[in-house]
């Protein structure tokens, strides 16, 4: 009898395990991503804009975040840009490559935080210097 007792309680913790382990997969797959990349741009307002000769590095400022992203003045052809943006305090978040019109978006979390940022387009380039403090 007590052997019995043992087996069932046994099941139970498993399934308890097995439910708990279920709705925590479950609600990741219903819950945003904290950063990700976007085709629509930054969120929040836009805060300053860097500018250089091919092209503008546009800061965007919400609650907790900011956000950065690499813009050429011409658009059309692929090449090399890059965006970089970094709170102070903590590690710069970049992205770089061979696009067409834009660079990013980046974003970090800055709450009351000054943020550095960074960004070229060929042969340009241009930073801000500590900003949004």
Do not use: D, H
């Amino acid at each position: 009898m007590l052997q019995g007792r043992r087996r069932r309680g046994r099941r139970v913790a498993s399934l308890g395990v097995f439910t708990a382990a279920l709705w925590l997969c479950a609600g990741g797959l219903f819950t945003p991503p904290v950063a990700q990349a976007s085709t629509e741009g930054c969120g929040g307002r836009l805060a300053r804009t860097v500018t250089f000769g091919t092209g503008e590095v546009r800061v965007y400022k919400s609650r907790n975040q900011a956000c950065a992203m690499t813009v050429a003045r011409v658009s059309g052809e692929r090449r090399r840009m890059t965006v970089s943006i970094q709170p102070r305090g903590g590690a710069p978040v970049r992205e770089a490559g061979r696009f067409t019109r834009y660079a990013g978006p980046v974003t970090v979390g800055a709450i009351n935080r000054c943020v550095y940022v960074k960004g070229s387009v060929g042969a340009g380039s241009g930073g801000s210097g500590w900003i949004l403090c």
